[in-house]
């Protein structure tokens, strides 16, 4: 990547793919072509099957739901009737899982892009040791942050309400937010700060005229990254709330109940499934290149 | 760039670009004081709770309308020490072996299908993006929907029963559970490591391939001799993050099999399940020896291999002269 300076396009998500690719594996004789194809294959459908099963049993009536064709026969949408059934409180699990999950991740940025400017770009000591400790923090384990804080919101009454959601859940979104930043701020070149505090600008002005504009899709696929972790959240949401207003949807869902009782409704679960799982996947089918690189950016290049 | 009026608060800008040290370490402190704040509330706080609470003991007595008797006792190390004896203790080993076992396979057989599917998806020429889109279909999927999704696929009259044509009782209790929950999250969980494992593979010049091929290096001699050293960093890194995520595996047990199964039982779950039986000492314990394992386990992972996580490593690393792109370390600072 050439280091233009001034070039935003430039500064865009990382390079994924190099394209040296094409030449590297033109030559290949036939029976290897064919090799790499069957392994294509398995890998589709090893990702893709039991996702696709999920749809199809979703799509089923109530009753086929034991049905192994690979197509619903009828199709028929009653498992997502059943899924909003009033008893389900489903509805209203989704709007407290968009509100704790966009809480979560618009408090998390704020907090998370002043933190990565400064371990990217500043220079101080204990840098690395700082980032080392918030890195850390992420693998902390849930239950024992939720233990010590049911006990802390029993007493403080905070036991179903949004505020013992969206704060615990800032434990792993934070550190996980801090990481894909400060590897999106590291690769933007220093130049650019600089060429601004030469024309006048304090650091401060040119992180927010200049750095942050450019950071903008990296800070963005930070975004999803940490909407999709706080969405996915089940073990501070199952301890924090006893009552269905509160309860997220990935909670809600394990506690569907089906027409006789005892069976375990699994059409409506994959029709709830569904639901929780497309506006998650259209938004990582559109950024996909995006994400992977944020994906990988902590781990692999920084 | 657009000139930049200055508000009248802003100091001058006299001073040269580069800030003093001084100045940087403070700025520096304020920005990152939000995030050390937060992480205090959230992280710090309930170590120190939690290991005070794993020192007392709640009364354990219950009033006919069903609210806990307020009645808190020292006990010291009691609750730890009952891991140690008795049916407590059982309970805990047997969670403490499962958290370890599942650990051990799921990253094992993660790592051999990711690093299989990275070496594929490096070598694809078409539908790169669709290979993409469907590796990431598993990552989206929440765990809670994921677990629903493999006992639906594992119940009794389910889809996987009807394939292998047995009837297996997956979701019981038994190896099976086991079984079941290892597959879940291998489904879940070893694209992800693909993923990396890949991006660590794409750094890797042509070049080096070309001239082991000229020394007439087999394929396998490549893979070990090239491949493998290159994207060990990026390998030991999501490595280390997978240990650390399966030793506090919860959801997927938890909803998949179900709570009270001992074949499945983490720490995670024993701790929860002792939470809700308002036992806050056990608890608090169980939770504080998780925590001791994922650190001491990360510090060794970190210590005796080297995962570099924050890329400290390639911070340092100074920046190639042009058009020398050899077998250095990987420095991806420098992305081609």
């Given at each position: 990547m050439s280091r233009t300076v001034g070039a935003p396009q430039q500064v865009q998500a990382p390079p994924t793919r190099p394209s040296?690719?094409?030449?590297?594996?033109?030559?290949?004789?036939?029976?290897?072509?064919?090799?790499?194809?069957?392994?294509?294959?398995?890998?589709?459908?090893?990702?893709?099957?039991?996702?696709?099963?999920?749809?199809?049993?979703?799509?089923?009536?109530?009753?086929?739901?034991?049905?192994t064709n690979l197509l619903p026969q009828p199709p028929s949408l009653q498992n997502y009737k059943d899924a909003f059934a009033p008893a389900n409180h489903f509805g209203r699990a989704l709007f407290n899982s968009v509100f704790v999950a966009g809480t979560v991740t618009v408090l998390v940025l704020i907090i998370a892009i002043l933190s990565a400017y400064a371990l990217a770009r500043l220079k101080f000591r204990g840098k690395n040791l700082a980032l080392s400790f918030i890195i850390a923090t992420s693998m902390f384990p849930g239950i024992a942050m939720v233990i010590p804080l049911f006990s802390l919101f029993t007493d403080i009454g905070w036991i179903n309400s949004y505020q013992a959601l969206i704060l615990p859940a800032m434990s792993f979104a934070l550190p996980l937010a801090v990481w894909i930043l400060v590897a999106f701020f590291r690769q933007m070149p220093a130049e650019l700060e600089q060429a601004a505090m030469i024309d006048g600008c304090t650091q401060g002005q040119a992180f927010r005229k200049v750095i942050l504009p450019l950071a903008a899709p990296g800070v963005f696929t930070t975004a999803i990254i940490v909407f999709v972790a706080a969405w996915n959240e089940y073990i501070i949401a199952l301890t924090m709330t006893n009552k269905f207003e509160y309860r997220t949807a990935t909670v809600a869902?394990?506690?569907?109940?089906?027409?006789?009782?005892?069976?375990?409704?699994?059409?409506?679960?994959?029709?709830?499934?569904?639901?929780?799982?497309?506006?998650?996947?259209?938004?990582?089918?559109?950024?996909?290149?995006r994400?992977?690189?944020?994906?990988?950016?902590?781990?692999?290049?920084? | 760039m657009a000139t930049i009026e200055a508000p009248p608060t802003t100091p001058p800008a006299q001073e040269a670009p580069k800030r003093s040290?001084?100045?940087?370490?403070?700025?520096?402190?304020?920005?990152?004081s939000p995030t050390v704040l937060v992480l205090a509330l959230v992280i710090g706080y309930p170590i120190i709770a939690g290991i005070r609470q794993s020192l007392f003991s709640t009364s354990q007595e219950v009033d006919p309308s069903g609210f806990v008797i307020e009645g808190?006792?020292?006990?010291?190390?009691?609750?730890?020490?009952?891991?140690?004896?008795?049916?407590?203790?059982?309970?805990?080993?047997?969670?403490?072996?499962?958290?370890?076992f599942f650990t051990v396979v799921c990253v094992a057989i993660e790592v051999v299908i990711g690093v299989a599917m990275a070496l594929i998806m490096n070598k694809a020429l078409r539908g790169k993006g669709l290979i993409r889109a469907s590796i990431l279909v598993p990552w989206a999927i929440p765990t809670v929907v994921s677990a629903l999704l493999w006992r639906w696929i594992f119940d009794a009259n389910g889809i996987a029963n009807a394939i292998i044509?047995?009837?297996?009782?997956?979701?019981?209790?038994?190896w099976q559970a086991k079984a079941a929950v290892i597959i879940a999250d291998t489904w879940k969980t070893a694209p992800f490591i693909?993923?990396?494992?890949?991006?660590?593979?794409?750094?890797?010049?042509?070049?080096?391939?070309?001239?082991?091929?000229?020394?007439?290096?087999?394929?396998?001699?490549q893979f070990r001799a090239i491949t493998l050293p290159l994207v060990?960093?990026?390998l030991l890194v999501a490595v280390l993050f997978r240990i650390l995520d399966n030793l506090r595996m919860f959801d997927l047990p938890y909803v998949l099999v179900g709570p009270g199964k001992p074949s499945v039982e983490t720490i995670s779950i024993l701790a929860f399940l002792e939470n809700n039986n308002t036992r806050f000492g056990p608890a608090a314990a169980y939770a504080v020896l998780l925590f001791l394992y994922v650190v001491l386990v990360a510090y060794a992972f970190v210590k005796l291999l080297g995962a570099d996580v924050i890329g400290e490593a390639r911070e340092k690393t100074p920046k190639p002269a042009k058009g020398q792109r050899g077998l250095r370390p990987i420095a991806r600072g420098d992305t081609p």
């Open positions: 040296r690719r094409k030449a590297a594996s033109a030559d290949q004789p036939g029976w290897r072509k064919w090799l790499l194809y069957a392994g294509i294959g398995v890998i589709l459908i090893y990702c893709l099957a039991p996702f696709y099963w999920m749809v199809v049993s979703s799509l089923r009536r109530p009753s086929d739901v034991f049905q869902v394990t506690f569907f109940t089906g027409a006789t009782g005892r069976d375990i409704p699994f059409g409506s679960i994959m029709a709830a499934g569904v639901i929780l799982t497309v506006p998650l996947l259209i938004m990582v089918l559109i950024f996909q290149r994400i992977v690189a944020g994906l990988t950016a902590g781990g692999v290049k920084s | 040290i001084e100045d940087q370490r403070r700025l520096a402190a304020g920005l990152l808190e006792q020292f006990v010291g190390l009691d609750n730890y020490t009952a891991v140690f004896s008795g049916e407590a203790g059982e309970r805990f080993w047997n969670a403490f072996y499962n958290t370890t044509n047995q009837q297996i009782l997956w979701s019981t209790d038994g693909g993923l990396l494992v890949l991006a660590g593979l794409q750094v890797i010049p042509n070049e080096v391939y070309e001239a082991a091929k000229i020394d007439g290096a087999t394929a396998f001699q060990r960093p990026a």
